[in-house]
């Protein structure tokens, strides 16, 4: 069964600094056409940095639309999207928010925010053999940086408390890459 929907029609009806939102017409399957809502995103990464004490340093942050404090990886989007080398954007999102850096580098893939409307993908990294350097937040940049084990991570995205989608995925992807 052919499941492709063949654009009809596009118009951009947003541009903002990060996103683009388009409104497009769509051919479905069965030849009727629809309308489709579609958010253009740069991409981001997010990082789960692992010490040595199997450790790892989270921040918390608002986060306005959803009007509360988050706890979550470091990440951040990609500065010039699909332009900007993942591992390079991942290495500056890390240092800027936790002042850390890593001399190892796993990447993990990536997800998918939420396909149904938006085209951001979210890359995974883990990085160990950390150094501690100096925290340099964004100006716009407010957060603080919470450690944990990592097994107590674990269990708060399993429990619920955590419910940043980046922070989960990566979280149960190095628990089962490295069997903590």
Known sequence: MELTERTVSSQTIFQGRII???????????????????????????????????SVSLVRQFRY???????????GKLDHGAEEDRLLGAKRELSEETGLEAEKWTYLGYTLAS????????????????????????????????????????EQVMDGTITDAKTVATTLKVKVLLGL
């Open 65 to 75: 639309p959803i009007r509360q404090e988050l706890l979550e990886l470091p990440a």
């Open 115 to 154: 396909p149904g409307f938006c085209d951001e993908a979210l890359h995974m990294y883990l990085a160990q053999g950390l150094t501690r350097k100096k925290q340099h937040l964004d100006e716009d940049e407010f957060l603080d940086v919470v450690t944990m084990p990592f097994q107590q991570l674990v």
């Open 20 to 54: 683009r939102v388009d409104m497009d017409q769509v051919e479905l399957p069965d030849g009727k056409t629809a309308d489709r809502e579609v958010v253009y995103h740069p991409g981001g990464v997010a990082v789960l940095a692992l010490d040595r004490d199997n």
